[in-house]
């Protein structure tokens, strides 16, 4: 289907299994973190991982120029050539790499690299030697224990770090950290604790820089949980998060938005039914929904996905509580009472997303839907790679 | 990165992460099925949605035009586009799909449809009275319980689709079935049963058919542990099976293959370490190896993929245990003893994933490799979407 044809399409029309990109839910989902951080007076690199499109890259930035946030080099070419000219690129450095990020810096994207050892401090000043470029990185703190980066009171080795770059001909543009850990944590007090946790270990990590006569201008924290429940953010100065554009199923089971919410669903048809199991067979498998189940552990298992109708409202208890491929299989929760709505065979429904960074990963378009109308208004591709 | 380039390209060199099929290992693998079921007198229409690639159809199909199976319409344009001409769409038909099959099947292609309901039997009866092409349909046959298709005992339901298609203007081309229960079971000869389970029901069904005195040409069975351990496939005519073309740790786990027969492997970068946690973090997370966790059930828990040096051999209980979108944890089997081995930041390995499916699905190409060595002889495009 070409991107004019879909233009023209409603979802009552559109090929299945397709994703659909509810553009009310996702703008005031922008709005909403916006005023937030606005209050906290800091300002937002958006993480463009989960939307890894042009369109949504505009809505959510301060400005066509950026700044944002990507996990790939591929988005940082992408978003490049599309004007972002400030990125940081948030994964641990490899040497393999310096090629295409000194390429990108030369067309004149401030693109910044992260790091938390003193061997990738090495090969970055040392490309920086070589290549008169002053590649600036910000070193990965570790505010959690839950992946990549260093322990904010190994002051020393931060230190060493720092002094690496500078004295190496890089630039130290700062700290970073995310606070992976409160995608387990749930409620109002839990995931302030997080953003206050996540705020000292940066802070603390920035002002052992600045004691130790190292520049630290950016102060970097973010998750999108932690991103909605910080009260108080002095010392940062920037937040990145990615998934809040969207919103999801686990961002609903952790407390951060509401189901009615979530911006992105997948579209599809019904393919078939087994009565006697109470089973309604759909043609959006795991190949459309991902196989994550980030609900899982939740104290609400989502299985692949919420029901929907047409309209986004959700029917009562009615999940996908099986994926094969092109096969999803929807039914009841379990343990839950009530009656199976009746869905001949094919009837259209929306199913809202475990983790929108997955889903959306499946799908190489957006079906921009407004104002619970079926009208897709626009056709926005996104992109996947490396 | 074109395709030119990479192909003079080496796994030293290749930008990470990226997906690497070991031709000698699928065509090993292609070959033992092939020859298994000649023994067995049935015809192999490999299902192609694990490959997505006409590079790979074209060394598993028995000739160029076919036979073939896919599970999605675009799959199928897609090979019928390069030439096969005889595809089963082996996903319950939607109405709204229709257009779709009878437009390749204009072109020259015997598109097959599945369906398991008199409500679908009417719809394909109508279109193809309308549309005047007699589209062909398998009913599908619930084997196992585990998805969609008519129960082999009821044979009023099978006999009424059946007639409902004839009657109305489209073929009945027979009856098809897929053991997927068979993914739970383990060893020779649990698989053996699934297979002759498996085989019972299609053969039943079948001959209710053709006791009513309707066509029954096509019998199809078909997963890939079945296909490897079926002892006896009287009046079954064709296999389907997909995933035998690569192999899986999922697969491994079951006993259909060892390790040293998984074709696809993920080529990642060390990117960090977490010393004090004997973590090493690797540039490929769930983006790369897709969120299956296929073998969190299975004895041998794989985490997100066992890890490998650049031949492709395992290093001792090295798994993926954790992953982040573009982060891979890799740690030792949780229990195991053992040393974590020294592999500095740009080190380069290779994965192997559960599910060669959902692995696939996350890359737009495979970069071919023969006889453990380094250089890349080829470099084929995958397809995905609908």
């Known amino acids: 289907m070409e991107y004019k044809e879909a233009q023209a399409k409603s979802l009552l029309s559109l090929d299945t299994p397709c994703l659909v990109l509810d553009l009310d839910r996702m703008d005031r989902n922008v709005h909403r973190l916006k005023t937030h951080l606005s209050g906290l007076g800091v300002s ?41 000219r400030d990125i940081i690129y948030a994964v641990g450095i490899a040497p393999g ?3 295409r990020v000194l390429a990108l810096r030369s067309e004149g994207v401030d693109l910044i690299v992260v790091l938390d050892s003193l061997q990738q401090a090495e090969l970055v000043a040392s490309a920086a030697r070589e290549r008169g470029d002053a590649i600036p990185a910000l070193i990965e703190i570790d505010c959690d224990g839950h992946r990549s980066g260093v ?23 700062g700290v970073m950290t995310h606070a992976g850990g409160s995608y387990s ?43 909605h429940f910080a009260r108080d953010l002095s010392g940062v100065t920037e937040v990145r998060a990615g998934v809040f554009v969207f919103f999801d199923l686990v961002m609903a ?9 979530i911006a992105l669903s997948v579209l599809t048809t019904v393919i078939g039914h087994q009565p006697e199991k109470g089973w309604i067979l759909v043609d959006a498998g795991w190949m459309a929904m991902s196989r994550d189940r980030g609900t899982a552990k939740q104290t609400v298992d989502q299985g692949y996905g919420l029901v929907c109708d047409l309209h986004n409202n959700p029917f009562d208890n009615l999940i996908v509580v099986d994926a094969n491929q092109e096969h999803g ?5 379990p343990g839950a009472n009530g009656v199976l709505p ?21 799908h190489d378009r957006y079906h921009v839907v407004c104002r619970d109308k079926l009208d897709v208004e626009a056709v926005w591709r996104r992109f996947s790679g490396w």
């Open 185 to 227: 944590a749930r409620g109002d007090e839990a995931l302030s604790r997080c953003a206050s946790e996540e705020r000292d270990a940066v802070v603390h990590a920035a002002q052992a820089l600045l004691h130790a006569g190292l520049p630290c201008p950016v102060v970097s924290v973010g998750s999108t949980p932690t991103a």
């Open 151 to 173: 322990p904010p009171y190994e002051t020393e080795r931060l230190v060493q770090i720092g002094r690496t770059l500078v004295d190496g001909g890089a630039t130290l543009r």
């Open 342 to 362: 009746d869905l001949p065979i094919g009837t259209r429904l929306r199913i809202l997303p475990n983790h929108a960074c997955a889903t959306g990963a499946q």
């Open 97 to 99: 790499k310096l090629d």
């Open 329 to 333: 299989v929807i039914a009841l929760r």
């Open 253 to 261: 089971g952790i407390g951060v938005c509401a189901v009615e919410d």
């Open 44 to 84: 937002l690199r958006p993480h463009l991982k989960t939307a890894k499109c042009v369109e949504v890259a505009h809505r959510v930035m301060a400005s066509p120029a950026g700044a944002a946030t990507v996990s790939t080099l591929k988005e940082a070419e992408q978003f490049a050539a599309a004007g972002v």
